[in-house]
């Protein structure tokens, strides 16, 4: 048996746990639910996973962040946009935060 606090969500030992800090993306990324050993909460790993797709078209994509997530486009690109300045989501998944940060890169350039 288990001491009873893994996977609880029970209060942090020392050392820290959920609420020991605001991730450095801002509030609301990396809170929630679990983490994965790198430090990412499920929800930031499946808008992570909805991006690395390829979709026909934004209508489509739009229908699986509300149907996958639960959440509006709207909230999705919110958290996808801090995601792409958490070292933690490039930790995770590099190819995809980095093809990001090029194209938003590539459009702060334009305006």
């Known amino acids: 048996m288990s001491s009873g606090t ?7 030992g020392p050392g820290g746990g959920p ?26 790993e499946a808008v992570l996973a909805v991006e690395r797709r390829s979709w026909p078209g934004p209508g489509p994509k739009e229908r699986a962040v509300r149907e996958q997530l639960g959440i509006s486009p709207t909230r999705y690109y919110q958290l996808l946009n801090a995601l792409l300045d958490d070292p933690r989501a490039l930790a995770h998944d590099p190819v995809t935060i980095n093809r990001l940060r090029r194209v938003r890169d590539a459009r702060r350039g334009r305006r």
């Open 19 to 44: 609420g020991t800090g605001e991730s450095p993306a801002g509030p609301g990324v990396g809170s929630g639910t679990d983490e994965s050993p790198a430090g990412l909460s499920a929800r930031d």
């Open 6 to 12: 893994e996977g609880t969500g029970g209060p942090a």
